[in-house]
């Protein structure tokens, strides 16, 4: 199986920063897809920024996060990074690492993190 751990989630004030870390391990043949997710209260959970493994970078934000929201990725470390700047109290909410693996021809899977807390507030 895959194994996704994330890091550095946390309590910040409005207009601070933060940088959350998801490293990747088990078995599986390559990642096509790395992204990260959020949860508030109340709400749907949505996509808030993915990359792809491999190859040229190409990458996808949420209208709500661009410009201020920065995700990059070390392939030879099986990990992505989601740079957070400028955050608003709205960004509040359970972050989600996800991937989408190739486990063997033809076959794809999707694994999550655990998910890590971000609070903005005052």
């Known amino acids: 199986q895959v194994q996704l751990v994330e890091s550095g989630g946390g309590l910040v004030q409005p207009g601070e920063s933060l940088r959350l870390s998801c490293a990747a391990s088990g078995s599986f043949f390559s990642i096509n897809f790395m992204g990260w997710y959020r949860q508030a209260p109340g709400k749907q959970r949505e996509l808030v920024a993915r990359?792809?493994?491999?190859?040229?970078?190409?990458?996808n934000y949420a209208d709500s996060v661009k410009g201020r929201f920065t995700i990059s990725r070390d392939n030879a470390k099986n990990t992505v990074y989601l740079q957070m700047n400028s955050l608003k109290p709205e960004d509040t909410a359970v972050y989600y690492c996800?991937?989408?693996?190739?486990?063997?021809?033809?076959?794809?899977?999707?694994?999550w993190g655990q998910g890590t807390q971000v609070t903005v507030s005052s």
């Open positions: 990359i792809n493994i491999g190859g040229g970078t190409s990458t």
């Open positions: 996800n991937a989408n693996v190739q486990r063997r021809i033809g076959v794809r899977g999707d694994y």
